[in-house]
């Protein structure tokens, strides 16, 4: 079809293809622009009653005049096809847009608003539209949003309901009344536009089941789970309009798009009105460029960009986002806008460094999101020394820029200085490097360099924090020698002695108190790591793993979440989570999080190729997704980069189980008890080995511990 003429409409390329037909992209050669053309199936364009009800609504949709709905240019035959010539939408639809990442209220506020309107001049006129779903609905490059398929959806709707009064159509946007196969008028629109609400909120829908039924069985029968929830930034009354766009009887819903408006522009409002009360300013520091003539550098720009991460977040009005979640920017492309948005913030710093031996050059410059505009911006040189002043003028100068009142308590935080040895300080800074790759070689060089950074300043706390943090995910994924944690409790007290605020240390204690079976210990020090960093990603992962331990998967799940939504490759939370949904056999959220991790591993292997745990992980999920030859690949090579790993030993024992390679898999977790893996608890509730878990010989192996 491609490249050929139908009339006078020149075809571009192909655009997509659904219930309603094909749709391509063309040029018009008499009025000389691009227009879409949408081919209807042969169901309706080879029957006379089916062709004359679809003419009859597309002439009521064309009479339709407004900036949010898509204008329909004209309805054309050619030999025994029908095709229907509309406005080209050149953007995404609104469901991918959603998949990205989160929205942030102001847009979601904009989008809806101009949802609702559209929906609301159709209305006026009589005009239902009866399949509004987020791939209904696209969005400009100017941010427009735009509604299609007026004058489709009756036709579609009409060959889609059975004489039973069954429906088939498109089923987690259905309202109940259209479920049930009964009459439909405007509000069956609102309950639409509502899901659509909600999925925006929450990036999720809030009607699900494994199959249209049993979609349609919550529809009308269940309640969707409470926004507040899932997403603490709300305005409060948000589930209350929720509930009632909601409900099940049309009489007690929205009863038109006008009153829907009404009551979200107050949410808008109130939304606008607590920020400004907070006087909360959401800054994201993205990884500074090195432009060294050493890329070795690298260490020093992002743990530069890091300490300033740790300072902004001690200020109360400065919400700052964790560095988990900004790394992924590193070397992006994206414009700040876009970051802006994909993050929830306001405000972007970035900067360079370049380090040549002991010379420094450093540049940062603060960006408003909205306006895309400098707010401030310095370029400071020195030497290595001079580092610990920079960083605090850096600091400094970005509170003034955001205009936040500093209270005399956090005057005297911004000049607190972990350590004044410049030396010191890049030893730690190559330790975090080393420790965030979490490679057995890359931990034992964060502890050199961490152990080199406390013989250079004996009172250093961060050193010690990071000490007691290597120590403890030695032991935690690699060797299995208690020895390991009294280091690591040892190194996280000392760290408290010189500095109780460090939440790092926190999460250290956490960490080896949780391998130690001390849970009550590990339960408080966890609470604390996150009480004094809300961003600590260790002290979520932890007391998720204590609540999963306790059977209190519900719990567990809700801590899983706030880890991957603080660092998106954090990807042992992903299998934690699958673990705890697999236990609570809730199949629909299994589903969401096994396609959340497919599309985890592949970004983030690319990075770390030689990261063999992220290997066996991303093994194990095509395993349990059959794809089994591509499991196997992965498998072979994660246990060819780290052969005698014990942990890896048991990882390789779930992946063989997994692939139901039972005596694989025995063999395997004998090795690995052989070689010292104890965590006998863990492997009673690992899903992964359920399919071995009734094997005489696993029984025999877990014995009564």
Request: glycine content about 6%; proline content about 3%; hydrophobic content about 40%.
């Amino acid at each position: 079809m491609v490249g050929k003429t139908i009339s006078h409409y020149r075809i571009l390329e192909k655009l997509g293809e659904g219930g309603m037909g094909v749709v391509y992209k063309a040029e018009d050669s008499k009025l000389k622009r691009e227009v879409a053309i949408k081919f209807l199936p042969h169901h309706i364009s080879s029957s006379q009653e089916e062709r004359k009800r679809f003419e009859v609504e597309a002439q009521a949709a064309a009479a339709l005049n407004h900036p949010n709905i898509a204008t329909i240019h004209a309805i054309e035959e050619e030999g025994e096809d029908v095709f229907i010539v509309m406005e080209y939408i050149d953007g995404p639809e609104l469901g991918e847009r959603i998949k990205t990442g989160p929205l942030s209220m102001d847009e979601l506020f904009r989008i809806v608003e101009q949802i609702a309107a559209g929906l609301e001049a159709a209305h006026q006129k009589g005009i239902v539209h009866r399949d509004i779903k987020s791939g209904n609905i696209m969005l400009t490059k100017n941010g427009q949003v735009k509604i299609m398929d007026f004058g489709l959806a009756k036709v579609k709707w009409s060959v889609l309901v059975t004489r039973e009064g069954t429906t088939v159509g498109t089923a987690a946007y259905m309202s109940p009344e259209q479920a049930r196969g009964d009459k439909v008028d405007h509000r069956s629109d609102l309950w639409s536009m509502g899901v659509i609400f909600y999925e925006m909120l929450t990036g999720r829908l809030p009607f699900k089941g494994d199959f249209e039924q049993a979609v349609m069985y919550s529809i009308m029968n269940e309640d969707a789970e409470p926004v507040a929830g899932l997403r603490p930034d709300v305005p409060s009354g948000t589930d209350d309009v929720i509930r009632k766009i909601l409900s099940k009887e049309p009489i007690h819903r929205y009863q038109d798009a006008s009153e829907f408006l009404s009551d979200l522009r107050g949410l808008k409002g109130q939304s606008t009105a607590r920020r400004d009360e907070d006087g909360e300013k959401r800054i994201a520091v993205l990884p500074f460029e090195n432009i060294s003539p050493d890329n070795e550098t690298d260490y020093f720009a992002e743990g530069l960009a890091e300490e300033l991460i740790i300072n902004l977040s001690r200020i109360k009005n400065v919400s700052v986002v964790a560095r988990t979640s900004s790394m992924q920017y590193k070397g992006t492309k994206k414009d700040v806008k876009t970051i802006g948005r994909e993050l929830r913030s306001g405000y972007i710093m970035e900067g360079s460094v370049r380090k040549f031996k002991d010379d420094l050059r450093i540049s940062v410059q603060l960006i408003d999101v909205s306006s895309g505009t400098q707010l401030w911006g310095e370029t400071y040189k020195g030497k290595l020394a001079d580092v610990f002043d920079i960083q605090e003028q850096v600091s400094r100068e970005i509170v003034e820029a955001l205009r936040v009142k500093l209270s005399p308590t956090e005057k005297v935080v911004l000049e607190k200085r972990s350590t004044v040895n410049a030396d010191a300080f890049d030893m730690y800074l190559r330790g975090r490097d080393f420790l965030y790759r979490m490679s057995k070689n890359n931990i034992q060089f964060a502890i050199q360099l961490f152990q080199k950074a406390t013989e250079l300043d004996t009172r250093y706390a961060s050193a010690y924090a990071g000490l007691g943090e290597a120590y403890a995910y030695f032991y935690q994924f690699f060797e299995r020698n208690t020895a390991w944690l009294d280091k690591a409790i040892e190194s996280g007290l000392k760290a408290l002695m010189y500095d109780s605020t460090l939440s790092e240390a926190y999460a250290a204690l956490a960490l080896a108190y949780y391998n130690k079976k001390s849970l009550d210990e590990a339960n408080t020090a966890g609470q604390k790591a996150i009480e004094l960093d809300p961003n600590n990603v260790a002290g979520y992962w932890i007391l998720g793993r204590i609540f999963h331990s306790t059977d209190r998967d519900r719990e567990a799940v809700e801590l899983f979440k706030k880890v991957v939504a603080l660092n998106p490759d954090f990807y042992t939370a992903y299998t934690d989570l699958r673990m705890c949904y697999e236990r609570m056999g809730e199949k629909d959220m299994l589903d969401d999080i096994l396609k959340q991790s497919l599309s985890v591993y592949p970004r983030y292997l690319s990075q770390h190729p030689d990261d063999a745990r992220a290997r066996i992980f991303y093994a194990t999920l095509l395993a349990e997704l059959n794809r089994t030859e591509e499991s196997k690949t992965q498998g072979r090579m994660a246990l060819e980069l780290s052969p005698n790993d014990t942990l890896m030993l048991y990882n390789g024992a779930c992946l063989y189980a997994r692939l139901g390679e039972s005596k694989l898999a025995i063999e395997s977790l004998r090795k690995a008890l052989a070689e010292g893996w104890e965590n006998y608890e863990w492997m009673k509730r690992d899903s992964d080995l359920d399919s071995i878990r009734n094997d005489p010989e696993f029984i025999e192996l877990i014995g009564d511990k």
